[in-house]
Structures are given as structure tokens and as C-alpha cells.
């Protein structure tokens, strides 16, 4: 069984969103979706201050069998990017919801965030699948 | 896969089953103005007595001329190994097998050859290989506007002095992608761009270099890969891969070197064979691999420790990444760069030194040998490599015309992509041609010189 937190928020294509303190948004891909990829070798990151609209696809995780865009949660400006990930890619394998985050993104609208799946939601997903 | 033949009735009950009159019907969906309808241009078929006439009058034609024309594709000598090997069985296919790993002698081949262009560009990493060197720039252009992601204005320079028909390709390739090519104009007592005449550029995305350029004239390569880096530019080389034996890769190019490397292979022991078929290559560095299109070999070892060869950094091509891939090439000239690289390893960096000396040498001659004659200008000044533009006295169209009566190819005119060249012909001599060669072409040359003069009026007063 995959781990799906209780405290993240989710999305159709596989990506967790944190709402941190200051009202960003830290994202990456869920525990089920790292499992699917196999191990991941690439990761090509979004630029930071990169406007974005929710789907946009704005990452790419590369695994030993696939390629998998990663797509905005919601409309705002990447306002961080997880470097370490240029040299450590398979930490998205070791540590989906910690290390293995993504990018941060500021939303134009905070209530966006509200409208997002919850864990339960996810977790309705992906046995459907 | 076997064999599924249809017979007449079999295609009518499948039709049936569809719903639709005929296989035409199933096309109606595209609409009428988008459907091509014939091609004007292609003749009827023959059959194969015809055919095999036609091509042998052909062949002869190509095999009696003295061939002085270059403009991209060049006459080299090419040992008798080279197609010898190539030709054999186990090598004879143009495709990268689709069982890839299955043929670990195909693709330690293909390693090998992008061993050999990496070493030749100064690159990291090369492919296996693209169509030829036209469309290999435009996937450069297009990979160039990839990677450089710091640049937003996907505005390509492209110097006048870069073959005209690259030019075209790649506009045909890039123009309905938002993307722009703006030209670089040459300065025309030199023949290359004036590296100080740069305009104030703005967000430039890639700027391209030629060595030589059209004109076999060497450009300020240094000057150049430096300025566009200071714009903020990547730096595409399209280079004639002969001329790298003598001159600086261009890795090594200014400060920080080229980022993209293509050109065609052609020079690399493929026959000119009437235009094709021919290859292109493109090399880059490490950092923009995953912008790179087409097929890559990696070296690897397997479980028993084995050293294998094998297709890597696939995430890139559409068998994997659909319509995000990097290009929708899917194959290469497998067998063009089979050849290319059995000369390459035949004749080693020493061997490929000498053929490019030479033909310089060669060049050198010859281009002594035409500036003697009366009214035969060399175009420009800028250093050459074994290509040379010159002016004539008279419509060229005549000289060449008399000349091919001669058996000779007396270059290739210029004015119909440059109308401020009228009267001029580019003329090459590689390592095939000979002293007596070159007197030949001189003495033709300077005779045709004098009959049109004799028959020119002597007077104005016509003109009245």
C-alpha cells in the first residue's frame, strides 16, 4: 500500500501539495506515483520566478522506463526548486513527501488550495485505478 | 511479422463491416485543401529495362567529368575498403536494428563513430546520426531553443554566409514554431561576418557559425562564439568535418567553445552519388544531452560483467516521450555512417590531416591559377579552406556551359541565392585534384575568355 498523508493535499496527475506557513505551496509526486515511474534517474526542474497556470506542465521526471511531465497544482510563480535533485534524483524514490519535494509555488489565489483532493479523495482514486 | 495478403474479397468485406464504399472513404474526414492530389513534378514510372538505361547513362555522365564544383557536398577519395566493409551482410542495413540489443556489433559500430565525432568537434557526446547536414542544423536550432532556457525571444542569428539551402530547410523546419531567424549580413570584401559590425542584439537565443561558410572562407570563429556568449546566446558550429583535421574544434572555439556542433558527413567516404544519400551529424556538450534529438549508444557492462553496447537516454525519443519528444526522427543513416566510420578508422587523424592539407593545397593552387587570367576575380580575401568565389567577366552561365562540353564541372554559380554576386562561380579542389587538373580548368577558362572577347562588339554606338 502506498503512503498518502493525511495532511497533504493531492491532484489526478499524482502530485502533493503542503501549504507551508508563509502561504507557499511545496509540491512533488505522491509515494504511488514514484512506485509506477521505477527509478528515477532525471529530474528537469522549472526555473525559479517562472510564471505558472494550473496544468501547466512545469517539471519532468525521467525514470529507467518512462518520462513523466509533473504539472502545476494552481496558477502562481515558482518561487523555489529542489536542486538537489539535479545530482540526487532518486531521493524522489527514497523520500516522496520530505527530501523528494519538487518546486514551491505562490499562488496568485490562496483559496485555490481549498479546492484541491483530499487524502481520502487520493486514496478513492487510486484503488479505482 | 508475416506475410497477411488480401485478396480483393477479403478488402471488400472488411469495407463492408466498416460501413464505407472503399479505402478512399476512409480519408474524407481530411478536408479537400489539405489533401496533396498528384505530384507535378514526378515523372511517370518506367520499367526496369528503362530504368536501368537511364541510370547507366547517368553514371557515365557523372564518371567522365573533372569535377570542380563543391558548394557542400566534395569529392574525396574514398579507399576501396570502405564500401567493401560496409557492404558486407552483416553491416548492410540503412536502420538501427529494432531489436537494438540484439545487434551488439551495429551498435559498438555506432559507438565507435560517436567516439570518433566527439573527438573530432571537441564535443562530449554526439548521436547517432541525422538525415544530412541541412536538417541537422535545423534540429540544432531546435535544440538550441530548448535548452538555452534563460532566453525567451526564441530568436536564432543566421549569417548570410551559411549554406543557402541549410537556411531554407531550417526555415521550413522551425518557421511555424514561433520561432525567428533573423540574418547576419557578410561583409563583402571579406566574405565572412565582420565580428565588429555586430548590432546591439538583445535576447538572442543562438547565434550560428560556419567553418568554412559557403564561400569556404573561414570566419572569425573565436570573435564570434565569444560575442554571442556575451549576448547570452548558445553557439551553433556548422562545420565541414574535413576542414576539423586542420583547424581548432569547436569546443575549443573563444573563451568557452561551441555548445551544438553539425554539419553534414558527406566528406567522410561517401560517394557524392548525384546528391544522396548523404548524413548529417550533431555533437553537443554533456549538459544539453537530454535536448538532443535522435538515436544515442551508450557503453555498458552487463550481469556477468561483460562490456555491452546499448540505446540510452531513450525518456528523449517518441517511443517513449509521444508528442514531447525532442524530434520525430526516429532512425539514422545507419549505413552512410557505417562507411564513415571505417574511413574515419582507416585513415586515423594523421590520414584525414593530410587529405585536408592537401586539398588546401590544391585549392591554394588553383585559386593562383584562375587570379592570373584576365578578368577572373577572387571574390573575397578572408583566409579560404579549399573553396574560393570568383568574379568573371563574362555571364558564367557560358563558361560553364563550355567548360562541361569540356568534361568539366566548372563550379557552382552563385547569383541565384546571392543577386549581388552576378557573374561568379564557387569553385573547390580537394585532395583528387592534380596540377595538370588545374592547368586544364585555367587554360579553358582563359580560352573562353578570349573567344568572347573577339566576338564582343568593338563599339558603343549600338547602344544609339
Known amino acids: 500500500m502506498s503512503n498518502i498523508p493525511q495532511e497533504l493535499r493531492y491532484t489526478e496527475t499524482h502530485e502533493w501539495i503542503r501549504l507551508e506557513e508563509d502561504g507557499t505551496l511545496t509540491v512533488g509526486i505522491t509515494d504511488h506515483a514514484q512506485e509506477l515511474l521505477g527509478d528515477i534517474v532525471f529530474v528537469e526542474l522549472p526555473e525559479e520566478g517562472e510564471e505558472c497556470a494550473a496544468g501547466d506542465d512545469v517539471a519532468v521526471v525521467e525514470s529507467v522506463k518512462a518520462a513523466s511531465d509533473v504539472y502545476a497544482p494552481v496558477t502562481g510563480e515558482v518561487v523555489a526548486i529542489n536542486t538537489k535533485l539535479t545530482d540526487t534524483p532518486e531521493l524522489i524514490n527514497q523520500d516522496p513527501y520530505g527530501e523528494g519535494w519538487i518546486f514551491r509555488v505562490k499562488p496568485m489565489d490562496p483559496e485555490d488550495y481549498d479546492e484541491l483532493m483530499d487524502a481520502d479523495a487520493y486514496q478513492e482514486l487510486i484503488s479505482e485505478e | ?464
Open chain 2, 1 to 464: 511479422m508475416p506475410f497477411i495478403p488480401h485478396t480483393e474479397d477479403d478488402i471488400r468485406q472488411m469495407l463492408e463491416a466498416i460501413g464505407v464504399e472503399s479505402i478512399e472513404d476512409l480519408f474524407d474526414e481530411i478536408p479537400a485543401n489539405l489533401r496533396a492530389g498528384g505530384l507535378a513534378n514526378v515523372p511517370e514510372g518506367l520499367n526496369e529495362m528503362a530504368i536501368g538505361r537511364l541510370m547507366r547513362e547517368r553514371a557515365a555522365a557523372d564518371a567522365r567529368t573533372l569535377c570542380f564544383a563543391g558548394a557542400g557536398a566534395y569529392e574525396h577519395h574514398i579507399p576501396a575498403a570502405v564500401w567493401e566493409i560496409a557492404t558486407r551482410g552483416e553491416y548492410y542495413s540503412a536502420y538501427t536494428p529494432y531489436q537494438a540489443e540484439a545487434s551488439q556489433g551495429t551498435l559498438q559500430l555506432l559507438y565507435e563513430y560517436q567516439t570518433m565525432m566527439a573527438r573530432l568537434t571537441g564535443m562530449d557526446v554526439s548521436n547517432a546520426s541525422l538525415y544530412d547536414g541541412a536538417s541537422a542544423l535545423a534540429e540544432s536550432v531546435l535544440m538550441a531553443v530548448r535548452a538555452n532556457r534563460k532566453s525567451k525571444s526564441r530568436r536564432i542569428l543566421l549569417p548570410r554566409t551559411v549554406h543557402p539551402a541549410y537556411r531554407k530547410v531550417t526555415h521550413t523546419l522551425v518557421h511555424q514554431q514561433g520561432i525567428t531567424l533573423e540574418e547576419l549580413p557578410f561583409d563583402p570584401e571579406r566574405g565572412i561576418v565582420d565580428p565588429a559590425a555586430l548590432p546591439e542584439a538583445g535576447d538572442v537565443t543562438a547565434v550560428v557559425i560556419p567553418l568554412p561558410n559557403y564561400f569556404g572562407a573561414l570566419e572569425e570563429v573565436d570573435a564570434l562564439t565569444d560575442w554571442a556568449h556575451a549576448q547570452g546566446a548558445l553557439v551553433i558550429a556548422v562545420v565541414n568535418p574535413t576542414a576539423l583535421a586542420i583547424l581548432k574544434p569547436p569546443g575549443e572555439w573563444g573563451e568557452k567553445g561551441a555548445d551544438i556542433v553539425c554539419g553534414d558527413g558527406q566528406p567522410l567516404g561517401v560517394p557524392l552519388s548525384s546528391g544522396g544519400p548523404y548524413f548529417g551529424f550533431l555533437c553537443c556538450r554533456q549538459p544539453f544531452v537530454r535536448q538532443m534529438p535522435g538515436r544515442l549508444i551508450g557503453r555498458t557492462t552487463d550481469l556477468d560483467g561483460k562490456t555491452g553496447y546499448t540505446l540510452t537516454l531513450q525518456a528523449r525519443e517518441q517511443h517513449i516521450r509521444r508528442s514531447k519528444a525532442t524530434s520525430n526522427i526516429c532512425t539514422n543513416q545507419g549505413l552512410l555512417v557505417t562507411a564513415a566510420t571505417i574511413y574515419m578508422a582507416l585513415m586515423g587523424p594523421e590520414g584525414l590531416r593530410r587529405v585536408a592539407a592537401a586539398s588546401h593545397a590544391n585549392t591554394r593552387r588553383l585559386v593562383n591559377a584562375l587570379e592570373a587570367i584576365d578578368g577572373v576575380h577572387k571574390l573575397f580575401d578572408a583566409p579560404f579552406f579549399h573553396e574560393a568565389a570568383f568574379r568573371f567577366a563574362q555571364p558564367v552561365a557560358g563558361l560553364q556551359e563550355a567548360l562541361a562540353a569540356e568534361g568539366i564541372v566548372a563550379g557552382v554559380g552563385l547569383e541565384a541565392d546571392y543577386p549581388e554576386l552576378g557573374n561568379s562561380l564557387l569553385l573547390c579542389a580537394t585532395e583528387t585534384k592534380t596540377d595538370a587538373d588545374i592547368d586544364q580548368l585555367a587554360g579553358h577558362i582563359r580560352q573562353f575568355g578570349k573567344r568572347s572577347d573577339s566576338t564582343r562588339p568593338s563599339g558603343e554606338f549600338r547602344m544609339a
